[in-house]
């Protein structure tokens, strides 16, 4: 025998060029390379779609405006606010003016907080004057002018997120975090440390928490359950963030923490959207962080390049031939310079670590 | 004493007050800053950009047989925002009025909006009130606007004629032009406070225990006391000037 050992069946010959790194990403071109062999659902431009999710999440919902979907958001300004005061105040943001949603914990909160129509009046943080509601701290430039202008208008948030999870077809969940801070008296979990607003507050009242994979893959249980109560025909689409961590609260080199975190998250999202026929993942993740210059030099922001990528990639798989395209056809590029700047002003609240 | 009285629309109420009665401790005269001789009230100077006073005004309000001026310049303002009921009504909270009620059916609209709106609608005043201040020599008092009125139907009664050439002409609700009134009135007053002018509050006999304006003081233009209101002014003017004059 000369050691040598004969295959005499190839179990890898009858694969797809998809299942080949050399045929599918390192000898493609980088701006041809689709990790999507096939979707679970598609959706049309009459469907509803509705959005959540950490910074990068904000990006998604403003192309998925552009490009002419059924966007559904159910607290929009008033007329008395210009264009710019509307941004300002976190408005059209998202499909309700909830904020960053880093973790799914958070997510599962603010619908039980919705659902419940209950806790107006917890976790206001006090500071020069104003009101701050700790769920959602940077909604607006200091915050509310009032306790009872912070009680209404959650009354009135919560009215609107009741809505959009009613009546959206499809939900886009971006999922940014592992680690967040919480209240130790009530297991509440903020986008933004607390303490950062007001020195008023007990240091020992919260902690830094980092989500476990079991915790995560069960809030986003206790999630899909809970929606599905309320809207029964609700598909999710799962994506994870490739913005990296601003910073890590434990003991770990950043890069290590980031690694993690992504790893769980991703993780978690491939497992639930195995187990739900009404789940899918998108890879965003893996697009952005797999293709050179897809992020900008201080290696966490995503470059234009990088979310007309994962846009391409999204629109042909998950929109119904003929309903990706504007009313005349041609890409508005007004409308396109505007999304460029949204890029370079999208609010990162964790930055607000490195500030402080 | 002479005072000297200045404004827009709001001083014929007063003029016309004054010409039906017999007056008190001073003698007023008027100046409708809206007459020819003394538009625009502001204008740029030609030897520089600086924003001056229009020379007739001016000559009229550092005449020194006068003892003081007192300005109801922009007391309609707080009407552009809140006299018809906007296409999407509208409601908001006053920081510290948590009396005041709310209007749940409204879109609520934060209230550093509303006041950064009602700040832009007195921009004008801002710069008149200074420039008024800083060209005379005398004290300088601004009357506080004239209340809404509380009934809707009152308003809709006496105004159909006039406004049937509006668009759409629904009148706010009362609550939301009284808390505009409110704003605007206490943001006026924090300009003239600023400003070194004395701010003069309606007299409280127009008012009734909840803080409406009384009934027999509605007037039928809608957007202004009438002349008995008029004259309950022109005596609180009195009794103000009266009390500095002692001091």
Redesign the interface.
Known sequence: MSGKYYLVKNPYKSLPSSSFWSKSVSLRDTALIDPIIETKFRFDKDMKIASAGSCFAQQLSSRLKEIGINYITKEPPHSLLNDSEAVLYNYNTYSARYGNIYTISQLKQLFQRAFNDSQYDSHILTSDNYFIDAYRPRIQPKGFSSREELELDRKIHYKAVRSVFEELDVFIFTLGLTEAWRSKLDNTTFPICPLVFSESLRQEDYFLHNFSMDEIERNLEEFIDLLSVVNKSAKIILTVSPVPLVATGFKNHVLVSNCNSKSLLRVTAGNISEKYSNVDYFPSFEIVNTIPGYFSNDLRTVTQKGIDHVMKVFMNHYLLIGSNDNTNGQPDENVKIDSYNNIFEEQCDELIYQNK | MKVLFIGHSHLKVLNDCYRDNIIMNYIPDFVQCGFEQYKPNVKKSLLSSKKILNKNLRKKITDQSFYSVVSCIYGNGHNILGFFK???P?D?????R?DLP?D?DC????????K??IYETLENFELLIRLINDSTSFKVYHLEPPPVIPSNEFIIKHSAERFKTYNNPIINSYICRQKIWILYSELMKKICDSNNVYYIKNPASVFDEDKKLLEEYWCETCTHGNSKYGLEVLKNVGEVLLSEKSI
Do not use: A, M, T
Request: charged share 30%; aromatic share 14%.
């Open positions: 906007n296409d999407e509208f908001f909270v006053i920081p510290g948590e709310i749940e879109v609520q609209v934060l209230f550093e909006i509303i950064k709106r």
